[in-house]
């Protein structure tokens, strides 16, 4: 009887630490796609705005160009806003190309999160590999045996994931400066 406790004790703590494990992976899996789809919203919001902005400040002088096109003198006031035209778009401009550092960051998000699911797959792995060598007439000493194996290298694979994933990810390209999220 205490050899069918202590296999029951070890199939539990496997069990168990597979879906602690395994729960925790998809936990982080679901956070970075959640996490990628605000990256993406948001950065398709500012761009969408950045080039509203640029259409709107070149609309609003397009009167002055179409006057100097057919060869009109521009007012002082045209000329001065006309100036400033540089200026403002290349404002919306610099908005636009901040709100692409964000592919940067979604990008990091989707590769730690490919990563993660490799890993739990290798980890799904790990527990069909120890598993596939014990047979219907295995003894019980031997099943507790690979039990605490394969419990073993579960935990040390779940540990090696955690630690080769970085938590935060940032803006590494461009140079508008850093960004950290998350």
Same mark, same amino acid.
């Given at each position: 009887? @205490? ?35 605000l990256?993406?919203? +948001? =950065? ?25 096109? =057919?060869?009109?003198?521009?007012? @002082?006031?045209? $000329?001065?806003?006309?100036? =400033? ?10 908005? @636009? ?12 998000? /989707? ?6 699911? @490799? ?16 047979a219907?007439e ?21 540990? +090696? ?6 938590? $935060?990810v ?8 850093? /960004?950290?999220?998350?």
């Open positions: 009887m @205490a050899r069918k406790k202590i296999l029951g004790s070890h199939v539990k703590r496997l069990l168990s630490g597979v879906s602690v494990h395994g729960r925790r992976h998809l936990t982080e899996v679901e956070t970075d796609l959640l996490q990628t789809e990256l993406l919203e +948001e =950065a398709i919001d500012k761009l969408t705005s950045s080039f509203m902005a640029i259409h709107t400040a070149v609309g609003a002088r397009q009167e002055t160009i179409d006057r100097l096109l =057919a060869g009109g003198t521009p007012s @002082a006031e045209d $000329s001065e806003k006309l100036s =400033a035209m540089s200026g403002e778009i290349g404002q919306h401009v610099n908005t @636009a190309i901040t709100s692409m550092q964000f592919q940067d960051m979604t990008s990091q998000l /989707i590769e730690r999160t490919l990563k993660r699911v @490799a890993g739990l797959r290798d980890f799904l792995g790990t527990l069909s590999e120890h598993g596939a060598d014990i219907p295995t003894d019980s000493e031997e099943i507790v045996d690979r039990l605490g194996k394969v419990s073993m290298a579960l935990a040390i694979q779940s540990l +090696e994931l955690r630690s080769m994933l970085r938590k $935060s940032e803006q590494r390209h461009l140079e508008s400066g850093d /960004i950290e999220l998350f």
